[in-house]
């Protein structure tokens, strides 16, 4: 395409969210680009196995899935660059995005970037990845089935993985750094009462031991700094997530946590800008939900390229 090409939409990011979007897109007949950093997938392509996306009796591989995904948008006509977008001018007409393979301008733009867990920053905690460490237990918590599981955290996710956790393993030990737990009150009656959940408080995680797999962590009083050695067959990481939306930040309505403010029209505070998947405000982040926008958002793109609002 030419540098003054227009596209009828721009999708910044290749997940599940954006590689749906842009299959709903170009079967719509809508001139359709998607803008990937790294490779298809996003988080979802960072799963061994996903046992919870319809279709798949017998699980399937979250890179795996990744691929299916773009080369169905891209047997359609769908457009992929591979480059990383350096700035947004999403008041433009057409808007415009600045990347390191240059300058792209669409008459709609479809955020699909995502948000990312929170790490410890632990050493050797990426290399676990799959191996002992998982940051969803709606995604991994099956894999720890009658095994001993430790979650870190104290706020509402935490504790909704530990009660996840806690139907399909055999010990849910809920490490926080404080001594009550941040979680709303909904949470603390369901998890005081069951019998396989114990809670390590005023703890922090400290290390993490291993051999090719997690073994246990390292945790360390808060209060005294003391340290002890806690085995377990896994450690969900529950801290929080990191939404993707440094380059809206200024342009679009951001909500507390950081997420775009849209809601099940996709729509943010931008008429022509709209937020897919795990980087919009939702109460649910999962592959089969950030699909599911993908198709309202091009719904609404319909309407707003055909003269709506």
């Not at 773009?70 to 007409?93: I, M, W």
């Not at 460490?133 to 095994?147: E, L, Q, S």
């Not at 005294?224 to 929080?240: A, H, K, N, Q």
Request: net charge negative; charged share 25%.
């Amino acid at each position: 395409m030419s540098k003054t090409h227009v596209y009828d939409m721009i999708v910044v990011g290749g997940g599940p969210a954006g590689y749906t979007t842009a299959l709903y897109a170009v079967r719509a007949g809508l001139d359709t680009l998607v803008l990937e950093k790294l490779s298809a997938g996003g988080q979802m392509a960072l799963t061994q196995e996903i046992d919870n996306y319809p279709g798949f009796e017998d699980g399937v591989n979250g890179f795996d899935l990744a691929e299916k995904m773009q080369r169905q948008a891209e047997r359609f006509g769908a457009n992929t660059v591979y480059a990383e977008v350096e700035r947004l001018d999403l008041s433009a007409a057409p808007k415009e995005l600045t990347t390191s393979e240059g300058i792209f301008r669409a008459r709609v733009v479809v955020l699909a970037t995502g948000a990312n867990p929170r790490e410890l920053g632990l050493a050797d905690e990426a290399a676990l990845v799959g191996r002992g460490v998982a940051y969803c237990a709606a995604c991994d918590g099956m894999f720890y089935k009658g095994k001993t599981v430790a979650v870190v955290g104290g706020g509402n996710s935490a504790a909704e993985d530990a009660l996840l956790l806690s139907r399909v393993a055999k010990k849910v030990i809920l490490i926080h750094r404080r001594d009550t737990l941040r979680a709303t009150k909904v949470y603390h009656d369901p998890l005081m009462r069951a019998q396989n959940v114990e809670f390590r408080w005023n703890s922090a995680v400290d290390g993490l031991l291993h051999g090719d797999k997690l073994t246990g962590v390292r945790l360390r009083d808060v209060r005294t700094g003391e340290t002890t050695e806690l085995s377990c067959d896994g450690l969900f990481v529950s801290i929080g997530r990191k939404p993707a939306t440094e380059l809206v930040k200024g342009q679009l309505a951001l909500d507390d946590g950081g997420y775009i403010l849209a809601d099940e029209t996709t729509k943010t505070s931008l008429p022509g800008v709209f937020a897919v998947g795990d980087v919009r405000t939702k109460p649910l982040r999962q592959v089969v939900t950030a699909v599911a926008d993908g198709a309202v958002a091009v719904q609404m793109a319909e309407e707003y390229l055909a003269g709506g609002d």
